[in-house]
């Protein structure tokens, strides 16, 4: 089975190059970033599809998204191009899978949720295109700066954790998330969207006490000149035998730990 993956230098993207090629030879993935050809110009798209075929495009590229920066107008015109580039060239692919984000959920206005927000419709409209929904997703290779990653960094380390926010989140663990890519690129039956939840939400001050018992010791979980948050979570869940939240963060614990010893 042939796949491309966008977006090839992202997190997202490199872990899941890993681990659909880890233990398995049925998948020949073939992994693009902006160094290869700029997604967002349509004449350099077209040329690139030239000739190639794909069973599944998994397309994670994207601009925007972050909290530390604020987004603007160029942000929605490049994800939409972008989208509508891999559109234009659906004929050299069976089935398309599309990162979204809870962004997109109730009527987004600023740049990034909104370009999400469209792109999801325009799948609505599409056969063998699909919409995965990302909220947040950790494990031991996410970004230092990440709530779980950090603290847990912070943790190992006898720091305090740090809480800034009161909301629910909906953390997901990587080793899920590429399972449930698997099954949307191998099963035909599939709902058009789903969301990376487990169903329970828990608020970043539960996470924050599932990290400080992930050993024998406590440290101070640091609350102070915490703001009221917007939750960010999701419904629309698949039951499957997943790792889950809890499992997930110890696991992270455990290589992070192992990096440091």
Known sequence: MDILITGGNGYIAKSLSKGLWLGSNRYNITS??????????RNATN??????????????????????????????YQNIQMFYNL???????????HF???????MPSDPYGLSKNIISKLIDAEPY??????????????LDTRFIKNNIKRYINKEDIQ????????????????????????????????DCSYGVSNSLLTIANMINNLSTYKVIINSNNIKDGIDYV?????????????????????RLLDETN
């Open 32 to 41: 693009i970033s902006r160094e290869d050809f700029d997604l967002t110009d």
């Open 47 to 76: 040329e690139w599809f030239k000739d190639k075929c794909f069973d599944v495009v998994i397309h994670t590229a994207t601009l925007g998204g972050s909290r530390l920066k604020k987004d603007n107008a160029e942000t929605f």
């Open 87 to 97: 559109l234009n060239n659906k004929h050299c692919f069976s089935k398309l899978i």
């Open 100 to 106: 979204g984000s809870g962004a997109e959920l109730n």
């Open 129 to 142: 295109f699909y919409n995965i929904r990302i909220f947040g997703v950790f494990d031991e290779n996410e």
């Open 163 to 194: 809480i800034n926010e009161s909301k629910l989140m909906d953390f997901f663990y990587m080793e899920d998330l590429i399972k449930l890519v698997k099954h949307y690129v191998n099963e035909k039956y599939l709902p058009k969207s789903i």
């Open 234 to 254: 999701g419904n629309n869940i698949m039951d499957m035998k997943w790792v889950g939240l809890e499992q997930g963060i110890k696991n992270t614990y455990k």
